[in-house]
Each structure stands twice: as structure tokens, then as C-alpha cells.
């Protein structure tokens, strides 16, 4: 637990000294909403609710496979090594998947902020649409650190962790589209307690799978 | 002949399969008519690739476990055949899907899983296409592959039965052993299932074979 807060604590200090990189991520998703502001609203004035919200998860997914890709590649090999050396797997991956996770929900909920001041709000349970958020960003983080861990090991990091990472993350992408949906449309939340137990139930299995599988990458 | 006598089994399954298939009697059906005889080569295939997985996400964490590297071979060329297999299983589902449903690829959540399944496969060989280090290259794609079988599993046997769909058995739609099937049509089904199966074992291990006599021709140069 004492080496877990640690890390963590190391993590953040670490974004907070290069803010470049921090920065960079929230002007990312600045430019892309941006981007979809251009084009979808300023001829027409008007965006179905439907592709409203498609497209919400699409930009956090770019922007989640972006940001967490870097988990890995920012450090060195000499630093990974000296943290091999003093750290054991499990801590390391635990703490890099709770880092993640607030990083995550950091970007999204600005995102989400410029996304509603930038294409207006047409969200009907606002309360139910920000757990949609909370889920889909652990969710993102969980299975993308995994992925990253695996994509860095190899030469072309970039192309590897979108081709990885894509098919892993699309059952989960499926149940959140469907839970903000729900959400959009103000339905209640006993409409929605199937797919928030399925999205908890993915995060479990791939949280487990990546404490027990992290060891053998660490070792490489 | 000690060695041999599933490969026997198996040919003898498939040509019973087969000819049953073509000319056995089955029950008349409403919509599905004659295609019924399809059950017999778009189910078994599914069986099959569902145990080559298994086997295949098994020899990965024999590979993790003890890291020789046969195991990564054994693991690689399952997953091969299970890809092989799923194509296959697609292709007899469109044929089948183009005369009961009216299209070869209906918006079916079951299709959805199994296009994911395939592309999540597709990279498990595209990581290995990029490390040239054998012991580096087994050990990563044998930590996608554990990841690749536990992502997959759910999406294609409880997703499908949540929403509605099309395939018997989910949505609440009854399974096939219920109405579809009589008993001489599950005479010739169960026993195709092993033959499918053991015909993909059988592929996996020729191609394993003559993946051993190339890695020990290249290490005696």
C-alpha cells in the first residue's frame, strides 16, 4: 500500500514537472472538439443527439489512447530498471492503472466542459451521464496501461497500441455508448443497472488479468 | 497405429458429416428448410475454434510458466487455426444468414463479437510479426493472447444473450436442441462437432511440426 501511494505520488510529480506533456494532452482535446465544432456546427447549426455522443467517445478514445501510451515510453530503460530494482511488479502496475485513472477523468470531464460549452448540451440525466464518464475512464485506463505495457517493449509503440488496443477496448466502448445513451435521453437508472454491472464486471476481469499477467512483462 | 487412430476417427466423422450433410434425412422446417444441413459445418466449426482458443490461450500460460519455447509455437499455431476456423465459420454463417435471414450480415451482436474476436486475433499476429527476439516475442504475445481469450470470451457468450438477436439460443430466443433438431438430426451433429475439432487439432499439429523441423534447421547453421 505504502509503495503503491508512492508511486503514485512519484507519477503525479513527474506530469507535474513536464507540463509540456500535460499540456499538450488538453490542447489535444481542445483541438479536436474544436475540430467537430468546425465542422458539424457551424453551417448546419444542428447535431443529432445520436452522433453528439458518438463522437464524444470517440475523441476521449483518441485522446485516452494518446495519453496512456506514454505511461510506458516516457521513461527511460536506465529508469525502468532502477525501478525493477526497487519495486515490485504488481505495486508498479497498480499504480500506473490508478495514475491513469485520474489522469483520464481529469481530461474527460474538461473535455466534456469545452464539448458542452462548444456543441451544447443535450444530455437529459446529467448525474448518470458523469458516472458514464467515471466508468469509461477507468475502463479506458485499465485495459489501455495493459496494452501500452505491451506496445512498448516494441519498436513502432504507436501503430502497435492502435492496433492492440482497438479490438480490447470496443466491448467496452459498446456498453458505454449505450449507457450515455440512456443517459442523454433522461432515462432513469434502473433502466441502466445491466450495463454499469457489465462495464464494472470488464474493469474487474482486466484489472485482475493485469496484476497477474504484469510480472512476466515487467521481466523483459 | 497407436499415434494415429484419431486421425482415422476423424476422417471416418467427417465423411459421415459430409455425406450425411449432402443426402441424410432432416426435419422440415418452417423458413430454415433444407439449410438445416448447414447446422452441421457452421456450429461445428464455432465448437471448434472456441477448444483451439482454449488450447492455444493454455499453451500461453504453459509458455509464461515455464518458458520453453515449443509452448509459444504450440500456442501460436492454435490461435492460427482458430483463426482459420472462425473465418471459415463466418463464411458458412453469411451462406446460411443469406437464405433465413435475408442477408449475409445482418446487424447481429453475435456477428459484431465475432468480427472483433477475428481483428483481436489479427493483432495477436501482428505483435508477433514485430519482435525479432524469441524469448521476448513469446513471452509479450503470450501475455496478449491470456489478454486476447479474456476479452473475448465474454463479448461472444454473455453480450449476445443481454441485447436481442438473431442466433438461437440468446435474446431469449430458444436454443436450437429445443425445437430444430430431432434425433437423427443430433446423430450426425454431435459427432461432428469431435470431427471438427479433431481435424483442427490435426491441422495445428502438422503445422507445428513443420514449424519445430524449421526452427531446428536454422539453428544448425
Known amino acids: 500500500m505504502q509503495e503503491i501511494k508512492a508511486l503514485i505520488e512519484k507519477e503525479i510529480r513527474l506530469e507535474w514537472r513536464q507540463k509540456y506533456a500535460l499540456n499538450g494532452m488538453l490542447l489535444y482535446i481542445v483541438s479536436t472538439v474544436f475540430v467537430c465544432y468546425l465542422s458539424f456546427t457551424l453551417k448546419v447549426n444542428n447535431i443529432e443527439p445520436i452522433t453528439w455522443n458518438t463522437l464524444f467517445w470517440i475523441i476521449l478514445l483518441f485522446t485516452a489512447v494518446n495519453s496512456i501510451t506514454k505511461s510506458f515510453t516516457q521513461e527511460g530503460a536506465g529508469r525502468q530498471l532502477y525501478y525493477y530494482t526497487i519495486a515490485s511488479p504488481q505495486g508498479i502496475i497498480i499504480s500506473k492503472i490508478i495514475y491513469n485513472t485520474l489522469l483520464m477523468l481529469v481530461l474527460s470531464l474538461l473535455g466534456f466542459l469545452i464539448y458542452v460549452v462548444m456543441l451544447g448540451n443535450p444530455v437529459g440525466n446529467l448525474p448518470m451521464y458523469l458516472v458514464s464518464i467515471l466508468l469509461g475512464s477507468i475502463g479506458f485506463s485499465t485495459s489501455l496501461t495493459m496494452v501500452a505495457g505491451i506496445a512498448s517493449k516494441a519498436e513502432n509503440t504507436s501503430t502497435l497500441m492502435a492496433i492492440l488496443s482497438f479490438p480490447v477496448i470496443l466491448p467496452m466502448l459498446m456498453m458505454i455508448i449505450k449507457l450515455s445513451k440512456s443517459a442523454m435521453d433522461g432515462l432513469g437508472w434502473e433502466t441502466s443497472y445491466d450495463e454499469i454491472g457489465i462495464l464494472l464486471a470488464i474493469d474487474a476481469i482486466v484489472v485482475s488479468i493485469s496484476y497477474l499477467l504484469f510480472p512476466y512483462l515487467w521481466r523483459s | ?221
Not at chain 2, 493454455?58 to 487455426?81: C, V
Not at chain 2, 445482418?106 to 519482435?131: C, M, N, T, W
Not at chain 2, 483442427?200 to 523441423?213: D, E, H, P, Q, Y
Request: glycine fraction near 8%; charge should be positive.
Open chain 2, 1 to 221: 497405429m497407436k499415434q494415429s487412430w484419431w486421425k482415422i476417427l476423424c476422417v471416418v466423422i467427417l465423411f459421415y458429416t459430409i455425406i450425411q450433410g449432402l443426402i441424410g434425412a432432416i426435419p422440415r422446417q418452417p423458413i430454415l428448410n433444407e439449410t438445416l444441413r448447414n447446422v452441421y459445418f457452421h456450429v461445428p466449426l464455432w465448437f471448434g475454434m472456441m477448444t483451439l482458443m482454449v488450447a492455444s490461450a493454455w499453451f500461453a500460460i504453459k509458455y509464461l510458466r515455464g518458458g520453453n519455447i515449443a509452448h509459444d509455437e504450440y500456442s501460436a499455431e492454435f490461435a492460427n487455426t482458430a483463426m482459420l476456423y472462425g473465418v471459415l465459420g463466418f463464411a458458412t454463417g453469411a451462406v446460411w444468414g443469406n437464405y433465413t435471414w435475408g442477408d449475409p450480415l445482418p446487424k447481429d451482436p453475435k456477428l459484431i463479437a465475432v468480427e472483433v474476436g477475428l481483428l483481436i486475433y489479427a493483432a495477436y499476429f501482428i505483435l508477433r510479426s514485430s519482435f525479432e527476439d524469441e524469448q521476448k516475442r513469446g513471452r509479450l504475445s503470450a501475455v496478449y493472447n491470456i489478454i486476447a481469450f479474456a476479452a473475448f470470451m465474454p463479448l461472444v457468450w454473455i453480450l449476445p444473450r443481454l441485447t436481442d438477436s438473431l442466433h438461437p439460443g440468446n435474446g431469449g430466443n430458444p436454443a436450437f436442441g429445443k425445437y430444430d433438431m430431432d434425433n437423427r438430426v443430433r446423430m450426425v451433429f454431435y459427432p461432428a462437432i469431435i470431427g471438427w475439432t479433431l481435424l483442427g487439432v490435426w491441422i495445428t499439429s502438422l503445422r507445428i511440426r513443420l514449424r519445430v523441423i524449421k526452427r531446428l534447421k536454422a539453428e544448425q547453421f
